[in-house]
């Protein structure tokens, strides 16, 4: 019978038989098989239960009766037979930006782990916070952690990436960005331990210290010119000043800018009233030239007047802080009662204007409201001295009368002066009574229309009469200028035709047998031939008597038939 060699956990070994043996050995063999089979069986019992194969990222945590025992990886182990339990763990692993927090239950210290690594844990080890992403930093940016043990707080700036301690929390929940301050900007920065404040201007980046925190926003510095100023109070003193200097202003740690004031400037009509700090109030007048434009002093104001608008004043809520001293106008709308207890609603306007600034001051602070309420009571007075009708035709001359007939001097008292005040409408307070005054106001509106069309008509008839005078005149002068050319004209041809007879006869009277008469019929014969040449240029005839002619037809042999002139004669 042959056996083979079957490895067993431990030295154990037997040897397998090729054959069965004869059954004079069987009361042996049984026995022993039954045995060996135990043996394999406590064997594998034991096998399972104490033997561990650990790889290189396990570990394995041991209880035993009294202590706990970590081993790690790669092993081949078999376990005590005696302990509490057993497990295998997988190995925490950290990247480059990772890290952990682990925790000994015992002692309760804590402690950081970074990447990277496998982090093998120690006994009584516990992984409270697990595989947390480092806090990676810029050049900008800066972390707070404060220590909740010790409470102390480090700032850590960038670049780079950083883990916090294991027992320190980040302050306000995320990494923060450093001020980046321009060349012109500033912030304030107060430490909470201390009280101290600074105040950081830039061109810079700005980090926080540990107990450190922002006032408020980053500010712009004030440019400082001719016509910007800045009002600051020192905290520490309590004083305040006015910077005027050129420059770029940053205020310091212990001031604080109240305000930026601009140059006051005042046109040749305007003025202000500024009060100092002990109440004096200061006129300025932009027709001085020292006072024309002016910043305003610390601990001084703008004397802003509160007066009444509307066209009745009835809302007191229009403030002026620069004056108007022009003239200007001012509606307003009464009611007032004539003495046929006709209310009327009286409206119009004044042109008035300022005169003297310090007396109004003085007297009134309320002028519009004033100067309106008086004249409303000077036309209630004479209204009321009057009927309705007698309104309708007076009423500019009672609007003249409410302030050129007022002896008072409220006006002049106030530093005002009304130039003129003109009613600009009117109509009745009572529903019946407007509408009977429209119906007055439309027959007077109608007899004024007839009126002022007759007058038309009248105007254009007499307009025309005048053009007929002075055609006829002119048509006159035409006759007597033609007239007179006609004379002159006729002399004239007279005088020389007065001089051609005179040359004619003086040239004939040497002839012989030539007299005066026959000279004169010559010339008259002569005038004739002058006349037929002048007509046969034209296309006109002329038809002569045979007395007026006195012309013979006569046939002479030497005479051509080409030179006979043939006349025409007709009676």
Known sequence: MDYQDVPLPGSLSIRAMDNLPNFDNAVVFVPMLALFLGSVSLLGIYAKRCLRFIDKDEQLVLDMLTEQKIIAGPRVLFLPFVHKSSRIVK??????????????????????????????????????????????????????FQDNRSGKIRVIRGEGSVVPGPDEIILGG????????????????????TGAVRVERGEQLVFLGPSEEL??????????????????????????????????????????????????????????????????DMFYFGSNEKERSFFLPPHSSIVSLLWSRGRRREMRDLRIKILDLRPMYMSFEFNCRTNDNVELVLEGSFFWEITDLQAMVKFTNDTTGDVCNHARSRFIELVSKVTLQEFMTQFNVIAENVHKNDNTNFYTQRGVKIHSLEVTAYHCAEASTALILEEIIQETTNRMNRLQQQESENEVQLKQIRGDIEEEKARGELIKI??????????????????????????????????????????????????????SKGGAKLYFTPKDANLSIESHEHVHEDDLVVGEERS
């Open 91 to 144: 190995v925490l692993t950290l990247e480059p930006a990772e890290y952990c927090v682990i925790k000994n239950i015992l002692s309760g210290d804590k402690r950081v782990v970074s990447g990277p690594q496998m982090v093998f844990l120690k006994p009584y080890d516990k992984i409270v916070r697990g595989q947390q992403k480092a806090i990676s930093l810029k050049a900008n940016e800066y972390v707070r």
């Open 174 to 193: 995320s990494k923060m960005t450093a001020m980046d301050l321009k060349i012109f900007e500033y912030i304030r920065i107060q430490d909470r331990h």
């Open 215 to 280: 006032m408020d926003k980053k500010q712009s510095a004030v440019n400082v010119d001719e016509e910007t100023a800045v009002l600051i109070r020192n905290k520490r003193s309590g004083q305040q000043h006015l910077v005027t200097e050129k420059m770029l202003f940053f205020p310091k740690n212990d001031e604080e800018i109240l305000e930026v004031r601009k140059l006051i400037k005042l046109a040749d009509y305007e003025a202000c009233i500024v009060r100092d700090k002990t109440g004096k």
């Open 482 to 535: 033609q007239t007179e050319n006609s004379n002159a004209k006729s002399k004239m041809e007279g005088l020389a035709e007065a001089e051609r007879v005179r040359s004619f006869l003086a040239g004939v009277k040497d002839l012989p047998d030539m007299d005066t008469a026959k000279a004169i019929s010559l010339w008259r014969t002569l005038r004739k031939e002058d006349a037929l040449r002048a007509v």
